[in-house]
């Protein structure tokens, strides 16, 4: 199993994670608009996780370490939960930090033959989707100044 196939069992952990933080922050935060941003994250990590999970080879055996990225995002999400109402733009610039390096790992994916054309777009298609919602998230965070 080549290194971006175990990824991508990390990377529905991960995904499910993040729909469960998202939904989560959505309701919790008071601004509308960085709200809708959470909402529509929650929504593409759920479609990836979704239609991903069928496509899955099954996993190595004997792996129990958890990546690395899955600590990191997983810190994000709980420095942000930690004042959901209060959430500021170094917030947003960690949240953002951790969807690019979802990203960069995913695009690893896109370019692995190893995997089927349909992972490969479905991959592809997150990683768009994902650039929208942190340019959003952009645009939220230099409103807060």
């Known amino acids: 199993m080549s290194e971006t196939a175990q990824f991508l069992h990390d990377l529905m952990d991960i995904t ?3 729909t469960e ?6 309701k919790a935060v008071p601004d509308k608009k960085l709200s809708r941003v959470f909402t529509d994250l ?6 990836l996780a979704d239609n991903l999970t069928p ?3 099954p996993a190595a055996k004997g792996k129990t370490t958890p990546m690395e990225l899955r600590g990191e995002v997983n810190q994000a999400y709980a420095n942000v939960r930690a004042g959901f109402k ?3 733009s170094a917030h947003l610039t960690a949240l953002e930090q951790s969807e690019s390096q979802i ?6 994916i896109v370019m692995d033959r190893d995997h089927s054309f349909v992972v490969r777009v ?5 990683v768009h989707a994902a650039e929208a919602l942190k340019a959003e ?3 939220r965070k230099r409103t807060m100044g």
């Open 137 to 139: 998230l952009r645009s």
């Open 21 to 26: 933080f998202y939904e989560e922050a959505a």
């Open 42 to 47: 929650a929504k593409a990590k759920t479609a």
């Open 55 to 57: 496509e899955l080879k």
């Open 16 to 18: 499910r994670d993040g």
């Open 103 to 108: 990203q960069v790992n995913l695009q690893k």
């Open 86 to 88: 209060s959430v500021g």
């Open 122 to 126: 479905l991959a592809k298609q997150y």
